[in-house]
């Protein structure tokens, strides 16, 4: 259908109408937050309603029901893009640089702190010679979080077209601070030794003739066939911790990236073959944390979800904490995916913990405590409550609280046991 030159007009961001949504014939509400035109086509980058961010998309006008076009409201207010190159997908954000490229602090307590811009690494300069990643200057961080909400037009929207990683390409979920040059490019090629990245396959070509690594830095701390654990130190290895950070920004949406990663461990799981390790996912935490928390971001790339990976991280990240002698919780708030794959790993640690469990030699109940399964499992006693709650198995009865198993839970639980 034709948009009339005054729908056309009126189609500014912020403003919602139909879209026929991108795997099937449905109509969902949407939110138009940008606008390009290549050549005689116009597209719009739009956002599904009460949808997660990752299903953002280019939209052409034929999917688009501008009959139904709603205004922003008076009292929400859609920040506008501020870009040099109208119509292009968005990089990094400018910023203010003070002091020899020390980002300028605002007076906000425990506001947290991002890349600055950092040059491209591209290795087809005219020497041939390869840029390498600007160590950038640190100051002492304000928080140990790594939580924050962006809410600017800028980083709502993918700024990556596509990555190349290893023999994997993958469309990206959410925006990453990668330098303004890569967000042109229809590829980001990235090594998968050394993270680094560059604008082209020529690039990449000549990079991994120079590049030393066949496997994370840092130290092999666990391995069981070809999987195998590195723990990288975020001061000793600052430039492979920082490609890290902005790889996985782009499938984490609710985490933002330090360039002081000094403060952090980084754990990264590898599938190795007679041509490395390459990674498969990754977690982080904090060397010292207030809180308790023995995780800060987690993920596993897309290629190698639902795999069983990801309930393997969180599994060894507990398995640290019982080291440390420590009970430990991931940083909050969690993505969907993390909520999920987490409910999942509590469930069934404390469903075993709970039918593996006997009678005493007078044949009375069992008696376990919250903090005995909180020691035991090393899961903090909030998650250990949560979890019961969430299974419905805390009920009140003659005046005290007692766990109680449905025959249908210990069936569906014996189930998961012999898959695993």
């Known amino acids: 259908m034709t948009m009339t030159a005054i729908e056309q007009k009126d189609a500014l961001e912020g403003c919602r109408l139909p879209v026929r949504f991108q795997t099937t014939e449905e109509w969902r509400e949407a939110e138009i937050l940008s606008k390009k035109e290549t050549g005689s086509i116009v597209k719009y980058y739009i956002h599904y309603v009460d949808f997660n961010k990752r ?4 939209v052409e006008e034929g999917r688009m029901n501008f009959d139904r076009l709603e205004q922003p409201k008076k009292d929400v207010k859609t920040p506008i893009k501020d870009s040099k190159a109208p119509g ?12 020899g490229g020390i980002p300028k602090q605002k007076s906000i307590v425990g506001r947290k702190r991002k890349f600055p811009n950092i040059e491209v690494q591209d290795t087809d300069s005219r020497d041939g010679s390869e840029t390498e990643t600007p160590q950038v200057p640190t100051a002492p961080r304000q928080t140990g979080s790594m939580v924050v909400h962006h809410d600017d037009i800028v980083t709502r929207m993918k700024n990556i077209e596509l990555v190349e990683i290893g023999k994997y390409r993958i469309k990206p979920w959410y925006f990453s601070p990668y330098p303004q040059d890569l967000t042109q490019v229809e590829v980001v090629y990235i090594c998968e030794f050394c993270l680094k990245y560059v604008k ?3 690039c990449l070509q000549r990079h991994l003739t120079k590049c030393p690594l066949k496997h994370p830095p840092g130290n092999e701390i666990y391995r069981k066939g070809s999987y195998s654990f590195f723990e990288i130190d975020g001061r000793k290895n600052k430039s492979y911790a920082q490609n890290l ?15 002081d990663t000094d403060p952090f461990l980084f754990y990264v ?20 944390s207030t809180e308790d928390y023995n995780v800060a971001c987690i993920l596993t790339l897309p290629p190698h979800q639902k795999k069983g990976f990801g309930k393997l991280l969180i599994e060894f ?3 640290l904490s019982k080291f440390e002698g420590k009970t430990g919780s991931p940083e909050k708030p969690l993505s969907d995916l993390g909520l999920l794959s987490y409910r999942s790993y509590w469930s069934q640690t404390v469903l075993e913990i709970l039918m593996s469990l ?14 005995e399964i909180s020691e035991v499992t090393s899961i903090k006693k909030e998650d250990v409550i949560s979890t019961l709650q969430h299974l419905n198995l805390i009920n009140y009865y003659k005046g005290q609280y007692i ?9 569906s639980q014996n189930k998961a046991t012999l898959l695993n």
């Open 200 to 202: 082209s396959r020529k």
């Open 317 to 319: 990240s507990y398995q």
């Open 269 to 288: 799981m590898c599938e190795s073959d007679n041509k490395g390790f390459h990674i498969v996912g990754y977690f982080s935490k904090e060397k010292e």
């Open 403 to 411: 766990i109680t198993l449905s025959k249908e839970q210990i069936e």
């Open 358 to 371: 006997k009678h005493n030699e007078a044949g009375d109940q069992p008696l376990i405590t919250i903090s």
């Open 245 to 259: 950070c902005l790889l996985a920004k782009l499938f984490l949406d609710h985490k933002t990236l330090y360039y």
């Open 55 to 58: 299903l953002d998309e280019w």
């Open 88 to 99: 292009s997908r968005p990089g990094s954000p400018d910023r203010d640089m003070l002091n």
